[in-house]
């Protein structure tokens, strides 16, 4: 058997029925959505079509949406023009957000001088809500900026609990949603969230496009400047076909939840009992997880922590030591820095991240191979 991708939380597979409509937007809709013709209107339709979808599966208005190229840009806007344009003097966040957020939080904090705090951790993962409260009483203005799946541990936060104390204490809130939208239902009419980012690429839509939700009524200052796009706020001609994919990316995923989530679970769930059958003493990281995401430290002597990605790489499967962008490193993860103790920090971790494209065969491959490291 080869080729085994198990790292859904990096990215996923684009779903043939998106590549066709990819296609399909690219050979029949090249216009420019900023043109006054036939074809620039049939373009700019489209665009506003899907702006509507995507808005349409987080109950929010269309108007609230701005298309970005991806999260990482989404977040890094969000929170910047959050600062610049509502006076934020205090970013509350973690240690174990996205560094998508991370380091655009501690660049703010160098260029505005504003104040950082970070709410504990607990060793399951999860944000100690009792500290958040504690940090909020001291009344100032303030933005809170707290993930709604880890994409390391799959740690889910209770977003409706946080933006309920968010209100009540008058701060901003900001979550990066990568990893749940397209795998939850969220509406945003229910819940007061004021800033949200997503990405295409984590639910099987293509890359190089996301968004940015912004409540009605915030102010925001442009990202760039050049053109009257997105309302001014991100100038420059729309990726039309990126964006007819993002959105049928999304409209597949909330079609098949219910069914999808029920095959991803059942796999987790026999992957997990695999690696505790197998495994004496591994580990599972994190409470409370998402169904699609499984962190495990394994019972391996750290010597041969290296080898295990490079070992299963070899028979051809894919999965992560964290965040993709740290695979090839020595460090530890900073995620589970926060969580584990030191001994457990030493040992090898492994995120494993299923999509409905997976199979229990493929699990006891990578079990099997796993064992002969
Ligand atoms: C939680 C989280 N935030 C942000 C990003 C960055 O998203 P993008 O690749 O669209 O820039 C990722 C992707 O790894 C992620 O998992």
């Not at 043939?16 to 420019?32: C, K, L, R, W, Y």
């Not at 939850?184 to 969230?193: A, E, G, M, N, V």
């Not at 290296?306 to 490193?329: E, T, W």
Request: charged share 20%; net charge neutral; glycine share 6%.
């Amino acid at each position: 058997m080869k080729n085994v991708y198990l790292d859904n939380a990096a990215t996923t597979p684009i779903r043939p029925e998106v590549i066709d409509a990819i296609t399909e937007s690219m050979q029949a809709n090249f216009g420019n959505p900023s043109s006054s013709h036939s074809f620039g209107r049939s373009a700019k339709s489209s665009l506003e079509l899907s702006r509507k979808q995507v808005a349409s599966y987080l109950n929010c208005s269309s108007a609230e949406i701005i298309f970005t190229s991806g999260a990482t840009e989404a977040n890094n806007w969000l929170l910047r023009s959050a600062v610049q344009s509502l006076k934020i003097l205090r970013i509350v966040t973690s240690k174990i957000e996205h560094h998508a957020v991370l380091h655009a939080v501690e660049a703010l904090q160098k260029e505005f001088s504003i104040m950082v705090e970070y709410v504990n951790v607990k060793p399951n993962g999860q944000i100690c809500n009792t500290h958040l409260v504690q940090i909020l009483n001291d009344k100032m203005p303030t933005l809170v900026s707290l993930m709604h799946v880890n994409n390391e541990t799959g740690v889910i936060l209770d977003v409706s609990y946080v933006a309920k104390i968010c209100k009540e204490h008058q701060a901003f809130f900001h979550t990066d949603a990568v990893q749940s939208v397209g795998k939850f239902h969220l509406d945003l009419q229910q819940i007061p969230i004021d800033f949200l980012a997503a990405t295409a690429h984590k639910f099987h839509g293509p890359k190089g496009i996301g968004f940015s939700f912004v409540r009605k009524g915030l102010l925001m200052n442009a990202m760039i400047v050049g053109g009257e796009q997105e309302k001014g706020l991100r100038a420059g001609t729309e990726a039309i076909h990126n964006i007819v994919g993002m959105a049928k990316a999304m409209e597949l995923s909330y079609a098949n939840l219910e069914m999808e989530t029920a095959h991803i679970a059942d796999l987790k769930k026999y992957c997990t009992e695999k690696f505790l059958q197998n495994f004496e003493g591994a580990k599972i990281n994190g409470s409370e997880t998402i169904f699609c995401i499984l962190n495990i430290t394994l019972p391996i002597l750290p010597e041969k922590a290296p080898l295990i990605l490079f070992n299963l790489d070899m028979k051809g499967i894919a999965v992560s030591r964290g965040s993709a962008c740290q695979s090839g490193s020595s460090k530890p993860s900073h995620v589970l820095a926060e969580m584990l103790d030191s001994d457990d920090l030493q040992k090898p971790s492994i995120r494993i991240s299923f999509s409905h494209y997976n199979t229990k065969a493929e699990i006891d491959f990578l079990i099997e191979v796993l064992k002969s490291v």
